[in-house]
């Protein structure tokens, strides 16, 4: 059964990978966007199959570099024990050898990346411990809205989780195409305006992690990095009930201001007036954010594309 | 009267730019007053302007591409020194220009160095090696090669007239379309490369007619080098591919000016729908570059390793199934789009098929060098240097063709570092190889060999400091396109990718040492049996350079190898000659359509971009009458006379009975 090789192979790895990337390490532990230091089975899972990935092709890779440069330093024009063979330009042996490696190689992966795109496909379920919290991010110009329907609140660049639930995201654009992207727990997904993509992310560990957009969106993208907070289970409904009794409302309105082209360095939050918001914006009833030429804030320092400059 | 264009699209404001664009014109100027002065302008008016020589044409492509990679390099540099400072702080680069800046970089890169290069390598080379006088449509190469020069001209000039697009070298909707992006910037962008990729397009059917139609005696296709092979392969992929380019951009240009909502936000409009088609090109378009490049390191690890090349049909087999299978896998580009498991699966799958092939020609290179003589002459250096290169980038190829590692690395600087180690490693060593390789074949001297390896060694060396950083920071989750950034762990890699850029740069100014060195040189360079590298494939078996028929008399394939097989033939039965009897030799008459079309060309694009709709059609009439000039020509072929030819042909006979006379002594 090549199902049961590849799993033999890729425990093996994970124990290879382990002690190449070790917990302990400073290199690999304590940095936000370690993809080697995973927080999450999603991203534990992801990179697992890519360190392994890298093992099983550094088996025929290494060789084959060191052949090239043994055969080039061995045969060189100067070498007079290397003997000359200017007619050995065919074997069927050697041809079959050099199919095979690399087809093996890659049936072994191609079982890897089925197996993997399968189980870790981004709307795949992640069961956790408790209720799953649901979550709807949407990628403004240039922010992250995440909208908490269930507990009837929101926050911009600041995402507060709690640790072992399984987190279901529903994520959409404002205007501009963007990718969410937390390296700690795991794949990443497309925001698109008019259109909803599905992601199932868990956290494992408390702690403070960073998220970003990965996909350029125009002027302000490097400002659209937000925190990720994870806390406990127990510690996630006190802070609902802190952040619900602010007094700042999201609603159609207030959305469409915060949807305007502009960076956010605070970490806002509000009370969702109508949970239905993050329908309304995927759904197009509001419309797409507005570009540059509506843009009120003169106070940025480089506004977004002024006509013809 | 001048639509959008007025003196606000000069940026007065912005130093960098100006500056530039400042120092470019007055060496433009400077190089035109001298030119004229020094009466240089009828030659190169007769001999390289107007000429359908496929050697000139592809000399010119070359030196398109060798300026356009000052250019772009330029804008790696900014951007390296950008990510170096811009922690916790704006860098000196504002977003509006740093984004201008890469999005300029990709553009530039791979559609006017990468694509010219190699298309002139191709162009220079393919007709020697088919052992035929020129290309199948001698003028519609002129016109290909002069609508990409328009196309570079315009992309230069949105520098200092207006702005360049600041979307990213592929312009993803919806923030090109006009919400998102209401400047000339896109304009400038998508027109440039309408224009350029009809250029691309006719020298991809010129090309692939000339393989399919024009080979001399006894070259049947499984004779054929290996450039031609794969040039074929490409040339097929751009007939293929280039046509989604124009269709893509042509839809993105209907939304954009007359208010059509293919790609926009709103009425159905369907970004996801530009993603798939831009890949559909884009993909192909990758093996489009590399394919040649592997056919240079063919030819090259043959000659220099003193055989043929090893396991020749199954480098044929390989090559064409890169072909077929690079239209297969353009999903790869957006597996985080969230199309389910079952696609990405395939598609990672197909992707990874790609590698088999590639994988087969890494090792026939191998067993090439295995039992040979091999001579590390610069192109040789070349060579080697990519295939230890290369298979590092194939390996993280292959991992971002695993859908649950693209998962955390898509978008990343890892992906970033990913393709520049196969598009320099690959592509870049391939058309430097080729350079080096057939620079005396087209001058007629060769190419200083100190120079050339420390060019070799810099760019290597400067190569691996550079990017190894980037696939470190990637794995650091750092993405691509930042213009300043807050993450403390990121900073050490971004300096150190800064100083492999300076090595890089070095190794840059010592190709530039080397074309200097060797000009200066040239008496002592000069290659006068038309073989200086004791080459195998019919370019060498004419004169250095050749003449403007190629050959006077169509050389008779026997094999593989063909000009290997006359050498031994020739010492074998003892250098006796007798004098051949010459014809007269037809060729095709100079033309100023390529360079006429391409003015008009020229005016059309840029009054398009700025909405100067006159203009526009005056453009377009230009054009129009300069292909109905052509097309109702009366002469367009002059005759050389059989004394002329057995004039030059003698010159170049007796040089060749001396080499191998000299080779037989030995």
Redesign the interface.
Known sequence: MPGTVITQLRLRLEGFSRYACPRGLPIASG??????DPQGPV?A???T??VD??FI??AI?VP??I???A??FW???SNTK?????D????GR??M???A???L??IL??G???I?????????PVPGTGSPVRIQAVSLDWKWLFIYPDQRIATVNSLTVPAGAELNFQLTSS???N?F?I??L?????T???MV??LNLRADNEGKL?G???????????DM?FDVVVVSPLSFPDWVATTAKTDAVLNEDSYKKLMQQGIEKGRPIYRLEDPRLFDLIAT?HI??G????LISDAGR??S?????? | MLGKLDWSAIPFDQPIPLIAGGVVLVAILAVLIWVVVKGHLPYLWHEWITSVDHKRIGVMYILLASVMLLRGGSDAIMMRIQQAIAYHSQGYLPPEHYNQIFSAHGTIMIFFVAMPFVIGLMNLVVPLQLGVRDVAFPTLNSVGFWLTATGALLVNLSLVIGEFARTGWLAFPPLSGLSYSPGVGVDYYAWSLQISGVGTLVAGINLVTTVLKLRTKGMNYLRMPMFCWTTLASNLLIVAAFPILTATLAMLLLDRYLGFHFFTNEAGGNVMMFMNLIWAWGHPEVYILVLPAFGIFSEVVSTFSGKALFGYRSMVLATMAICVVSFMVWLHHFFTMGAGPDVNAIFGIASMIIAVPTGVKIYNWLFTMYGGRIRFSTPMLWAVGFMVTFIIGGLTGVLVAVPPADFMLHNSMFLVAHFHNVIIGGVLFGAFAGFEYWFPKAFGFRLDERWGKLAFWFTFTGFYITFVPLYVAGMLGMTRRLQHYDVAEWRPWMIVAAIGMAVLSIGVICQIMQLVVSIRNREALRDRTGDPWDGRSLEWATSSPPPVFNFAFHPDVRGEDAYWDMKIAAQEQSLEHEEPEYHDIEMPRNSPTGFVCAFFATIMGFALIWHIWWMVILGGIGAFATFVVFAWRDHDEYVIPAAEVAAIDRVNLEERRNLVSMAGTI
């Open positions: 940095l936000p966007m370690n993809l080697l991203a899972a992801n990179s199959i890519l990935s890298v092709m550094l890779v084959t570099i052949a090239i440069l055969f080039a045969f060189r024009a290397a003997r000359f063979q200017p050995f330009v065919y074997s050697v041809e050898v050099v199919w490696i690399p087809a190689t890659v992966l191609g890897v990346a089925w993997g795109s399968h189980k870790l496909d981004p709307a795949a205007s501009v195409m990718v992207f390296p700690q795991g794949s990443m997904i497309y698109m305006n008019g993509t599905r960073k970003l957009g990965a996909h350029f969106s125009g002027d302000g993208f490097p990095m197009q419309p797409p507005p570009g540059p030429e320092p480089h977004g594309g002024v006509d013809a400059r």
